[in-house]
């Protein structure tokens, strides 16, 4: 209830930020009660689903990980269920509390960490807010498993998860290499960055900077540009939610300001037939 309330506060804002003529919050006070319970069954409806604050980035990686993509994985621990969807989204909700549980984004799908020139980690970013500005934010680790199944989820540091998913698709030996996955023109450029690192034309860190720049070339990584505009996609969108639900609601109360004219009609009519 209060998660509605402020969500359809949020909305007004919206709305108001972008409008100047503005929802008259006295009418929405006075709305008789049939009114009311309606306008909860719209915004209970928005908060069902959770809203994601960055919309995942494509899919990038092992083309052989692509059969994962539009599938989901439960797990549940004492406290929680999760629901990884990989290239998409973690969600976490409480199973603990029968009364309003907690129902929050671990992350969103943003792009690999890679490790000794190997996809070792998904990087889940831009998750439910955490206090002092913070997201959560989930590292999940893949490995070699019987079946594809989310195995654990840990909060080692507040708002920072671990996670470990286990799937028959990276046993192979080369399963997660990046090397040869890379176009050819991005394979030069490491084999040129390696040549420029043994004769000390590059440093170790000159050479790491030059190994980051062809991953963002090859979208493994997500720029700080593309992930900005994900977000505000994100947004844009969510408002666009909110406009359509308000929208709604306006109508509504339309309907029930003329419900009220006709029968305040009624009422002026019955009494003018008492009096004479
Ligand atoms: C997470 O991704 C799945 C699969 O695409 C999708 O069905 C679900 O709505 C997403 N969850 C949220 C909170 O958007
Ligand atoms: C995702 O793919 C689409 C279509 O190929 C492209 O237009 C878009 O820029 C890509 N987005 C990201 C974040 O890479």
Redesign the pocket.
Known sequence: MYTSVILFIMCLIVLSSSRAEMVNLKVINELPSNGYSNLQKLDSKAEE????RMK?ANFTGPGHLKDLV?R?FKHRDLKYEY?F?PF??L?QEDIQTYYEPYKG?LGVWADWIIEDGKFKMMNMIEGSPCGNGMHRSTKITLQCGPSSELVSVSEPDKCRYLAKFETPDVCGENALVVYPRLPAELRQRWDDAEQDLHTGLLTKKGYHKELERIFLAASYYLSPDMKSSLVHKAATESSKTCKVELEEARLRITELEEELRLKEEIILELGDGKRE
């Open positions: 689903k959770l809203q994601l995942p539009g989901c629901v969807c998409q989204n969600t984004v």
